[in-house]
């Protein structure tokens, strides 16, 4: 797999996102042995930045990981992040917790399930308005003082933010939602309507050219869900979803604004029937065409799909290409 470079470390352009492995997507399909080897077969085929966090089944899903990699540890980049507790798995009930003492416990218990010594990524999941981001950022950067995390990084943060973190301690990457339905990251139009309950960008405004700034200051651009979780595949057509699935519940998912948002799927498919291609290999290259600094961790717990996602890396998109994905029409339904 071609590679690219985040924190002075070549990884694979295209790396794994891990959470559905645990909850939130049909979960009536987990099941941890496959997931194991998943990711080890992920390994193989050169996918190597592997991206968890401790609210993705409430630890299950970084002791999967963990599991996954031993024997393994030195050929992955691991990233999991601090900043939010599960309050009840059943319902999905999670809170913010920014303060200094929770960064800190929180690291030794990532660490304690990952079965490493030091966590390559620790990115903060959610700013804290409750707490300066000053204070969360210094103790986050405490931690690679005291060698527990090699770099830090920020989720779903204004650019503002960003620059404010990146004035205590470096800011080696971002994470937040960026694929052909959503651009925020990018200083789209749409301001922050959705973002999660009490993110910080301000009222009424958009994050910022988020990626565009990362690429300035040498940081890495994640995007997650740059399949738009499922739906740029082509596979999904109807608001049909179990009860556990994230989706239900989503406004792009419900009928209407389904049916809707097929249009940008057609104009993926076109694309992909040019090349031969899969559409989720066209909506991955998409997203790594926005930068050599962007490494999109599409999520899977289906070993052909991760086959799949792993060739977009070799997928090389034209600039007739570009500008007819670039066209394709705004998303019909917020982001949560």
Known sequence: ????????????????????MSWA???????????????????????TFLDTAQPYGDGHNETLVGRALAGRRDEAVVATKTGLVVESLATRDIVRNGTPEHVKASAEDSLRRLGTDVIDLYYLHRVDPEVPLADTWGAMAELVAEGKARSLGLSEVSVAQAAEAHAIHPVAAVQSELSLWTRDAMGAPGGIAGTLPGDTAGAGEGPGDVVGWCAAHGAAFVPFSPLGRGFLTGTVTA???????????NPRFQ???LKANLRIVDVVKAVAARHGATPAQVAIAWTLAQGEHVIPIPGTKKRKYLRDNAGAAALDLTEADLA?????????????
């Open 1 to 20: 797999m071609r590679t690219r470079e985040f924190a002075g470390t070549r990884v694979g352009a295209v790396g794994l996102g891990c959470m559905g």
């Open 25 to 47: 997507y049909t979960e009536s399909e987990r099941d941890d042995d496959a997931s194991v080897a998943l990711i080890r077969e992920a390994l193989d085929l050169g996918v």
């Open 239 to 249: 608001a049909d979803f179990e009860d556990t699935d994230f989706r239900g519940g």
């Open 255 to 257: 009928e209407e604004a």
């Open 324 to 336: 007819e994905l670039d066209g394709v029409p705004a998303a019909v339904g917020g982001r949560y």
